[in-house]
């Protein structure tokens, strides 16, 4: 399994949740890691994102704007794993939640995503 993500749940609104995702370190190393969610009947966006030692400048974090403030990327490259620290969490954060590079590409696959629900 190249990617698995962990650490979801059910939590009221207000509240927090980090995620976990182990990638392969073919994946993983001197890639850009991003976090992805798909709510029901929606597309798969991009979250946040965090660039590797292999980019011009290591750690560089972006983040949509629905969640800037409220979620913090980072990586442990020596894990290739990567966080997703949600805090202030809405209902309309609710969502299967997936790492994966950044761009994705269609050879990685989706891997194992984890189920985020926020109730209000």
């Known amino acids: 399994v190249q990617l698995q993500a962990f650490g979801g749940g059910l939590v009221q609104a207000g509240g927090s949740l980090r995620l976990s995702c182990v990638a392969s370190e073919l994946i993983f190393a001197r890639n850009t890691m991003g976090w992805y969610r798909q709510a029901p009947e929606d597309h798969r966006e991009l979250v946040a994102s965090?660039?590797?030692?292999?980019?011009?400048?290591?750690?560089?974090?972006k983040y949509a704007d629905s969640v800037k403030g409220r979620f913090t990327i980072s990586r442990d490259n020596a894990k290739n794993t990567v966080y997703l620290q949600m805090n202030s969490l809405k209902p309309e954060d609710t969502a299967v939640y997936y790492c994966?590079?950044?761009?994705?590409?269609?050879?990685?696959?989706w891997g194992q995503g984890t189920q985020v629900t926020v109730s209000s």
């Open positions: 965090i660039s590797s030692e292999g980019a011009i400048k290591y750690g560089v974090t």
């Open positions: 994966n590079t950044d761009p994705y590409y269609e050879w990685n696959g």
